[in-house]
C-alpha cells in the first residue's frame, strides 16, 4: 500500500453528500456533518498503533463548508486501506450540552470499517474502496409463515466447536451451515455484529477475578461496519470481505440473515465516559439531554441516541440502506426499540416518523422488520408497534407459556391465545399471527436448560453482587436448585425442556429458537450473561453429544411444523379462546371429557383439534397437562396416530409421519407435565 505523501496531493472543496469516506478513481472525499464546530481537521494515520498523524489538514470553513457539512476532495491519495479520524473545535460548555474537544481525534460515524483497539486508544476508521457490487446468491425472501429463526452469537456460536478451523469468527460460522441445515432452520439472527465500541467494562468477575468484557457487542461505535473481532484476519478491510463470505455462504444455503441493530445508545454512555466520535462531533445534536446537559438515559446504557432528530434518523436510514443493499442483510431486529419513537423530550409516540419512515423506505420494503417493542425506561409496546411492517419480540408469549408450563393459576385461556398467535395483541389493523415472533428464551435470560434447573438468577460471576438482571424469570428447578444427578428431577426437566420446544413450534406466529437451547446449552443460571466472554456463554458441544436425543426431538418438532400448514398459517383462527367460545372455523377446544372448555375453571388440562381443511388433508389433536398428575382424555373419532409424546423416553417421543403408531382407544392417558400431538389422514 503506497504510504503518506501529501506533496503529491490536490486538495479542493468536495461535496455535502453522501457522508463518509467516498473513494474515486483518482482520490477520495471525506465528508462529515457538524452544526456546532467552528473548525474541523482531517487527520491520516500510516499505523494502527499511531496515537499522531502523518499528515493533518485543517478546512476552510469558506472553502469546505456547506451549510452543515465538511467537505475536500483529496487527489493522489491512496485510495484503500487508508487510515483516518477528524478533530473538531467549538464550544466546550456541558449545560449547553456542547462537549467540543480540539484535542481528541474522532472516529467517522459513517466509516465503513475499523481497525484496532478502542480501548487502547488505537481504533482507526478505514477509507474502503467502492468495490461493493458483489454476488450473492440470495433466498427468495423466505415468507414470514415459512420463517424458523435461530439466535446466536457469532464468535460464542464456534468458539468451543471441535474440528472447526477458524473458532469464533465469521469463517466458523460458515464451517457450521451444515449443522443449521441439519437442524431445519431457515434464518439466523446475530447479536450485534456492527463495530462496538470499549470491550472492557471496567470490572472483575467476584468468582473468578477474571477481567469482564463487553461479550454481546451491544455498544455500538461503528453503525456502518462489520466488527474486526470476528475476522480472522481483521487487516484494514479485509474482515468486511469475510463477512460478505458469510453472508454469500448463508444465502447459498437457503438462509437468511438478521441482524441485532442497536440504535438506540452508543458506546459513549455518560458525561462520564469515553469521547470516541458522536460527543466530540455534535453532541447536541446526536443524544437526548435535559436542560443541564446531562444525557437522558431511557437505554440503561448511559445515553440514548435522539433518533428522531433529523440528522440522526437520516443517519439511520442511510445505515439500513447500507447493510441491505451493499452487504445484503435481509432483515434486522432493533434492540429497544421503543427508543425510536422517543421525541425529544422522551415522550413515545406510536405513529413516529422514524419507525414509520423506516416501514415506507423503498430500499427496505422486502426486509424483516423486528422490533423488541420495550425499552429500559417503562415503555412498553407489545402488540402496538409500528403497524403492519412491524413483527415484535412477544414479551408475553414467553412469560405466559412459561407461567402455564409452571402450572401458575388462572393461565389456560391467555396460554391459548398465545399459541392461536395472540389475537388480542395482534388482531387489528389487518395486523396477523406473523406480527409475532414467538420466544421461550433468547439472549436475554436464562437457557432453556437454566429455565427449567434454575429458580433464582445466579449472575454473581457478573461482579455486581447478583443485582443485575430480571428477578422474575416465570423458572422452576423442580425440586433442586442447579444440577443434579437425580434420575427423577432429570427426567422431569428433560420432559419440561420438550413441553417448551413442542409448544413453540406448534404455535401461530414465527418460532424463534436460541442458540444451542435444543442441546441443553447451560449459562449456569446466568441470566444476564452479556460480560461473559468465556465458558459461560459460549456453546459447550460436549452437551451436544451428551443431550442428542433433545437434538433429534427439536430437529423433528422443527420439521413437524413444516409438514404441517395449519400451524404456521398466517391468519387467524376464526375466533378467539373467550371464556363459553366452544368452536371456530378451523379449530376446536376441549376438555378432558370431550366437552366445551371452561375458560373461567381452575382445570388448565384441555385439547383442541385443527380441521383437516387447513392442513393438506391433515387433522391434528393437541394435548397440554400442566398439572402434577396423570389424566385420561377422551379424543374425537379418528384414526388418529401419534406424532409426539413428551412424556416418552426416545424415540417414542416423537415419529416421524411414516412411522406414527395407531391410537386403538378414544382414550388417551397423558402423564403429568407432558403434551402429545395426534395427526389424522383425512378421507
Given amino acids: 500500500?503506497?504510504?503518506?505523501?501529501?506533496?503529491?496531493?490536490?486538495?479542493?472543496?468536495?461535496?455535502?453528500?453522501?457522508?463518509?469516506?467516498?473513494?474515486?478513481?483518482?482520490?477520495?472525499?471525506?465528508?462529515?456533518?457538524?452544526?456546532?464546530?467552528?473548525?474541523?481537521?482531517?487527520?491520516?494515520?500510516?499505523?494502527?498503533?499511531?496515537?499522531?498523524?502523518?499528515?493533518?489538514?485543517?478546512?476552510?470553513?469558506?472553502?469546505?463548508?456547506?451549510?452543515?457539512?465538511?467537505?475536500?476532495?483529496?487527489?493522489?491519495?491512496?485510495?484503500?486501506?487508508?487510515?483516518?479520524?477528524?478533530?473538531?473545535?467549538?464550544?466546550?460548555?456541558?449545560?449547553?450540552?456542547?462537549?467540543?474537544?480540539?484535542?481528541?481525534?474522532?472516529?467517522?460515524p459513517y466509516g465503513k470499517a475499523f481497525v484496532g483497539d478502542v480501548d487502547k486508544g488505537t481504533m482507526k476508521t478505514v477509507v474502503v474502496p467502492d468495490d461493493m457490487d458483489w454476488e450473492s446468491k440470495r433466498p427468495s425472501h423466505i415468507p414470514m409463515n415459512e420463517l424458523i429463526i435461530y439466535e446466536t452469537h457469532v464468535r460464542g456460536f464456534t468458539v468451543q466447536s471441535p474440528g472447526v478451523k477458524h473458532p469464533g469468527t465469521y469463517q466458523g460460522l460458515i464451517e457450521k451451515i451444515p449443522y443449521l441445515k441439519?437442524?431445519?432452520?431457515?434464518?439466523?439472527?446475530?447479536?450485534?455484529?456492527?463495530?462496538?465500541?470499549?470491550?472492557?467494562?471496567?470490572?472483575?468477575?467476584?468468582?473468578?477475578?477474571?477481567?469482564?468484557?463487553?461479550?454481546?457487542?451491544?455498544?455500538?461505535?461503528?453503525?456502518?461496519?462489520?466488527?474486526?473481532?470476528?475476522?480472522?484476519?481483521?487487516?484494514?478491510?479485509?474482515?468486511?470481505?469475510?463477512?460478505?463470505?458469510?453472508?454469500?455462504?448463508?444465502?447459498?444455503?437457503?438462509?437468511?440473515?438478521?441482524?441485532?441493530?442497536?440504535?438506540?445508545?452508543?458506546?459513549?454512555?455518560?458525561?462520564?465516559?469515553?469521547?470516541?466520535?458522536?460527543?466530540?462531533?455534535?453532541?447536541?445534536?446526536?443524544?437526548?439531554?435535559d436542560k443541564d446537559g446531562r444525557y437522558l438515559n431511557y437505554s440503561g446504557c448511559g445515553n440514548t441516541l435522539n433518533c428522531n432528530h433529523p440528522i440522526v434518523r437520516d443517519f439511520i436510514l442511510d445505515c439500513l440502506r447500507y447493510w441491505v443493499a451493499v452487504m445484503h442483510i435481509d432483515g434486522f431486529r432493533f434492540d429497544l426499540a421503543s427508543i425510536l419513537g422517543r421525541d425529544e423530550k422522551g415522550n413515545v409516540h406510536p405513529d413516529a416518523p422514524l419507525i414509520k419512515r423506516i416501514a415506507e423506505d423503498p430500499v427496505l420494503r422486502h426486509v424483516k422488520l423486528i422490533a423488541e417493542a420495550w425499552d429500559a425506561s417503562g415503555a412498553y409496546q407489545v402488540g402496538s408497534f409500528g403497524g403492519l411492517r412491524w413483527a415484535e419480540w412477544n414479551g408475553k408469549y414467553r412469560d405466559d407459556v412459561r407461567r402455564y408450563w409452571r402450572n401458575d393459576p388462572g393461565m389456560l385461556p391467555v396460554f391459548a391465545t398465545r399459541i392461536a398467535g395472540s389475537s388480542d395483541l395482534y388482531q387489528w389493523g389487518g395486523r396477523t399471527p406473523l406480527h409475532s415472533?414467538?420466544?421461550?428464551?433468547?439472549?436475554?435470560?436464562?437457557?432453556?436448560?437454566?429455565?427449567?434447573?434454575?429458580?433464582?438468577?445466579?449472575?454473581?460471576?457478573?461482579?455486581?453482587?447478583?443485582?443485575?438482571?430480571?428477578?422474575?424469570?416465570?423458572?422452576?428447578?423442580?425440586?433442586?436448585e442447579g444440577e443434579t444427578d437425580d434420575p427423577e428431577i432429570n427426567k422431569i426437566r428433560t420432559q419440561m425442556k420438550?413441553?417448551?420446544?413442542?409448544?413453540?413450534?406448534?404455535?401461530?406466529?414465527?418460532?424463534?429458537?436460541?442458540?444451542?437451547?435444543?442441546?441443553?446449552?447451560?449459562?449456569?443460571?446466568?441470566?444476564?450473561?452479556?460480560?461473559?466472554?468465556?465458558?459461560?456463554?459460549?456453546?459447550?458441544?460436549?452437551?451436544?453429544?451428551?443431550?442428542?436425543?433433545?437434538?433429534?426431538?427439536?430437529?423433528?418438532?422443527?420439521?413437524?411444523?413444516?409438514?404441517?400448514?395449519?400451524?404456521?398459517?398466517?391468519?387467524?383462527?376464526?375466533?378467539?379462546?373467550?371464556?363459553?367460545?366452544?368452536?371456530?372455523?378451523?379449530?376446536?377446544?376441549?376438555?378432558?371429557?370431550?366437552?366445551?372448555?371452561?375458560?373461567?375453571?381452575?382445570?388448565?388440562?384441555?385439547?383442541?383439534?385443527?380441521?383437516?381443511?387447513v392442513n393438506n388433508g391433515y387433522a391434528l389433536f393437541i394435548i397440554f397437562n400442566n398439572t402434577l398428575y396423570e389424566r385420561k382424555f377422551l379424543v374425537t373419532a379418528e384414526p388418529w396416530r401419534i406424532r409426539v409424546n413428551t412424556a416418552e423416553s426416545p424415540p417414542r417421543d416423537y415419529y416421524e409421519r411414516h412411522q406414527t403408531r395407531l391410537l386403538t382407544e378414544r382414550t388417551i392417558t397423558v402423564q403429568p407435565r407432558s403434551m402429545i400431538i395426534l395427526e389424522a389422514k383425512g378421507n
Avoid at 30 to 46: D, G, K, M, N, Q
Avoid at 438 to 450: E, Q
Avoid at 465 to 480: A, K
Wanted: with cysteine; glycine share 8%; aromatic share 14%.
Fill in 437 to 480: 415472533i414467538n420466544l421461550i428464551t433468547c439472549h436475554d435470560g436464562f437457557t432453556l436448560h437454566d429455565l427449567v434447573t434454575y429458580s433464582q438468577k445466579h449472575n454473581e460471576a457478573n461482579g455486581e453482587n447478583n443485582r443485575d438482571g430480571l428477578d422474575e424469570n416465570f423458572s422452576c428447578n423442580y425440586g433442586i
Fill in 498 to 613: 420438550k413441553n417448551f420446544l413442542a409448544t413453540l413450534f406448534i404455535s401461530l406466529g414465527v418460532p424463534m429458537l436460541l442458540g444451542g437451547d435444543e442441546f441443553g446449552r447451560t449459562q449456569n443460571g446466568n441470566n444476564n450473561a452479556y460480560c461473559q466472554d468465556n465458558k459461560i456463554s459460549w456453546y459447550n458441544w460436549d452437551l451436544f453429544q451428551k443431550n442428542y436425543d433433545l437434538f433429534q426431538f427439536c430437529k423433528g418438532m422443527i420439521q413437524f411444523r413444516k409438514e404441517n400448514p395449519a400451524v404456521r398459517q398466517p391468519t387467524f383462527f376464526d375466533g378467539i379462546p373467550k371464556y363459553g367460545q366452544q368452536k371456530w372455523a378451523d379449530i376446536t377446544w376441549f376438555n378432558s371429557e370431550g366437552n366445551t372448555v371452561n375458560w373461567d375453571g381452575e382445570d388448565s388440562v384441555f385439547g383442541c383439534r385443527i380441521d383437516s381443511e
Fill in 182 to 289: 441439519d437442524l431445519g432452520v431457515n434464518a439466523v439472527e446475530l447479536l450485534p455484529i456492527q463495530e462496538f465500541g470499549e470491550r472492557r467494562i471496567g470490572r472483575c468477575s467476584l468468582v473468578t477475578n477474571e477481567e469482564l468484557i463487553n461479550y454481546w457487542g451491544y455498544s455500538n461505535i461503528g453503525f456502518f461496519a462489520p466488527t474486526h473481532c470476528y475476522a480472522v484476519t481483521p487487516n484494514r478491510y479485509e474482515h468486511l470481505s469475510e463477512f460478505r463470505r458469510m453472508v454469500e455462504a448463508l444465502h447459498r444455503a437457503g438462509i437468511e440473515i438478521i441482524l441485532d441493530v442497536v440504535f438506540n445508545h452508543t458506546s459513549e454512555g455518560n458525561e462520564l465516559g469515553p469521547t470516541l466520535s458522536f460527543r466530540g462531533i455534535d453532541n447536541t445534536i446526536y443524544y437526548f439531554l
Fill in 1 to 108: 500500500m503506497r504510504r503518506i505523501n501529501p506533496s503529491e496531493y490536490v486538495i479542493t472543496p468536495g461535496r455535502p453528500y453522501p457522508f463518509g469516506a467516498i473513494v474515486s478513481n483518482d482520490g477520495v472525499r471525506f465528508t462529515i456533518f457538524s452544526r456546532h464546530a467552528t473548525r474541523v481537521w482531517l487527520a491520516l494515520f500510516e499505523d494502527v498503533e499511531d496515537t499522531h498523524p502523518a499528515w493533518e489538514f485543517e478546512f476552510d470553513p469558506k472553502r469546505h463548508r456547506i451549510g452543515d457539512v465538511w467537505s475536500i476532495f483529496i487527489q493522489g491519495i491512496p485510495t484503500e486501506g487508508i487510515l483516518y479520524m477528524y478533530r473538531m473545535d467549538g464550544p466546550y460548555d456541558p449545560r449547553a450540552g456542547h462537549r467540543f474537544d480540539p484535542s481528541i481525534y474522532l472516529l467517522d
